[in-house]
Nanobody, 125 residues
Framework: QLQLVESGGGLVQPGGSLRLSCAAS????????IGWFRQAPGKEREGISC???????NYADSVKGRFTMSRDNAKNTVYLQMDSLKPEDTAVYYC???????????????????WGKGTLVAVSS
C-alpha cells in the first residue's frame, strides 16, 4: 500500500523557517513526481511546488525565492525548506505523488494519485 507521511509542521514566528518532510512507504519516491500543496483556512487547496524524478523544481509565485524543494532518494523522502515565513503561509501542507512535472505550472491536484494526511504550519507572532 502506497503511503505518504508529512512531518515537520508547527508554530513559527514571521520571518522564521521550517523544514517539512514527506516520507514514503510501499513505493520508491524516486519513480514519481512529487508535489507540495497547502490549504489555508477557508480557502481552496493550492499547489505550491513540484519536483521531477531527476530533481528539477518549480514553484508557485507565492513561495518562489522562499521555499526550496529537494529529494533524498536514499531516505525515500522529499523535503520542503520554508524560509522567510509569512502569516499568509499558515495552512495545512500536503505532499502528493504521481502526476507530471512541468516547468510552466504546478500540476493540478487531480493528477496526483497518492496523498499524505497533511501537517499544520502556523505562522504567528
Amino acid at each position: 500500500q502506497l503511503q505518504l507521511v508529512e512531518s515537520g509542521g508547527g508554530l513559527v514566528q514571521p520571518g522564521g523557517s521550517l523544514r517539512l518532510s514527506c516520507a514514503a512507504s510501499g513505493f520508491s519516491l524516486d519513480d514519481y513526481v512529487i508535489g507540495w500543496f497547502r490549504q489555508a483556512p477557508g480557502k481552496e487547496r493550492e499547489g505550491i511546488s513540484c519536483i521531477s524524478t531527476i530533481g528539477r523544481t518549480n514553484y508557485a509565485d507565492s513561495v518562489k525565492g522562499r521555499f526550496t524543494m529537494s529529494r533524498d532518494n536514499a531516505k525515500n523522502t522529499v523535503y520542503l525548506q520554508m524560509d522567510s515565513l509569512k502569516p499568509e503561509d499558515t495552512a495545512v501542507y500536503y505532499c502528493a505523488a504521481g502526476g507530471y512535472y512541468s516547468a510552466y505550472e504546478i500540476p493540478p491536484e487531480a493528477v496526483f494519485d497518492s496523498w499524505g494526511k497533511g501537517t499544520l504550519v502556523a505562522v504567528s507572532s
